[in-house]
């Protein structure tokens, strides 16, 4: 299920399931009305009297009355696990057996809070792997989980290993799959026969040159469109999800731009290392769910060449040609 909203943290696509319940859907409550000063004010001149000075002492109750009605509906909120937050969100996700992880934020942890529910079953749904997974990652070394079903009573967990630093793109800790392996055998279904494999991980450069009508802001204007280009690679760091040319153009897009060219190159790292490549693809690449897409958005102090096949240099070029009239 490709995600192309900008997250609020980086991955866990697969976190979101069609089973659960979509909290941000459901409308915010008021648990006090909020009613219109004008109304709250005649209500109470009509009962006391309309003398100027206590209509004056009136407007100073009603405006009281407005702020702590809008104060009790904000507190309220923070008691509910689709709209609490920090501290108070900590205590609600603990009635359901959740405790928050190093670096995760409020909206991770209500997802994983509702696959907590699924945690309980012994049927060995999605949801109930995912939800063991995540609480493992303690020490955020899965960016993105996969889990499918190849034959019945036989699962398949793909591990997409976090980026860690520019120098180790692709990061993984050695033990990660033997330790997500004892785990599993010790939470999923006895009856349930469990592979863990790492990702495929497929390196791409992007190469962009931008035709402008003027020459005013060329430097900003390309500083720009290189930051939305690492952001795009950022947010598409994730299992089964394609680099599409409409979506770069999208990226690129600034009404100055009167036309650009788009480049990709790529070749797949097998095994998670940086060593093997099997194929190189240009243009457009569609991946499976065992797949995953990495462009190195982090610049470097020094300009470094393209190069899909080392994937610790940056991978993002933006030229800019003045258009001729």
Known sequence: MPNNKMPTSFGYKSI????????????????????????????????????????????????????????????????????????????????????????????????RTLLSLYGYGASGSKENYLFHIYSLNQDNAIQDVNIHSLDPGKVLVTLLPTIIS???PVFTPEKLTEKVSSYLKVHAPLTDKIEVKFAEIFSYVIQVNLVLYNDENLEQIRQE??????????????????????????????PDIKANKVRIEGCFLKEGTKKTYDMKIQNLIGLSFNQAPYCNYQKQQEETPLDPSHPELYGIQVSITKHLD
């Open 16 to 111: 979101m399931s069609p089973l659960l319940i979509d909290l941000a859907s459901l409308e915010v409550p008021f648990f006090v009305p909020l009613r219109p000063r004008k109304d709250l004010l005649k209500e109470l001149s009509e009962k006391i009297s309309n003398e100027p000075m206590v209509l004056k002492l009136l407007e100073v109750i009603v405006e009281r009355e407005e702020s702590l009605r809008q104060w009790i509906n904000e507190m309220s909120r923070d008691v509910l696990l689709a709209t609490a937050k920090g501290d108070y969100l900590d205590q609600i996700v603990s009635l359901y057996g959740v405790k928050r992880l190093t670096k995760e934020d409020d909206e991770i942890l209500r997802q």
């Open 166 to 168: 520019p120098d180790k």
């Open 225 to 254: 469109v290189e930051t939305r280009l690492q952001s795009f690679a950022k947010i598409n760091y994730i299992l089964g999800q394609s680099i599409e040319t409409s979506a770069l153009q999208a990226a690129i897009y600034h």
